[in-house]
Nanobody
Framework: QVQLVESGGGLVQPGGSLRLSCAAS????????MGWYRQAPGKQRELVAA???????NYEDSVKGRFTISRDNTKNTVYLQMNSLKPEDTGVYYC?????????????WGQGTQVTVSS
């Protein structure tokens, strides 16, 4: 069974940093492009960063220059380094397969990890 387990969230002050991790089962990770998504309170889930299985990346405009997505294929893990955090980055962060900026996965969502940016 496919599993995605996110971790690393927490409460951080504006300007701070967090590093999120997502451990994925081999059947979903080894050949897939992966993405980090977030859902802010009262808003729809949105893609914030994506990485191909060969390491190519792309980012949502509001996080460019602040967030870095990476992956370790030997550990079936994808990371999201978040720097210069802003209150508007608050939300639940999820990882899952990446298809495109507008096509989101239907299945295999994990529990997510809460990120709260507040003073």
């Amino acid at each position: 069974q496919v599993q995605l387990v996110e971790s690393g969230g927490g409460l951080v002050q504006p300007g701070g940093s967090l590093r999120l991790s997502c451990a994925a089962s081999g059947s979903i990770f080894s050949m897939n492009n992966m993405g980090w998504y977030r859902q802010a309170p009262g808003k729809q889930r949105e893609l914030v960063a994506a990485i191909t299985n060969s390491g190519g990346t792309n980012y949502e405009d509001s996080v460019k220059g602040r967030f870095t997505i990476s992956r370790d294929n030997t550990k079936n893990t994808v990371y999201l380094q978040m720097n210069s955090l802003k209150p508007e980055d608050t939300g639940v962060y999820y990882c899952n397969t990446y298809y495109s900026r507008t096509v989101y996965p239907v299945r295999n969502w994990g529990q997510g990890t809460q990120v709260t940016v507040s003073s």
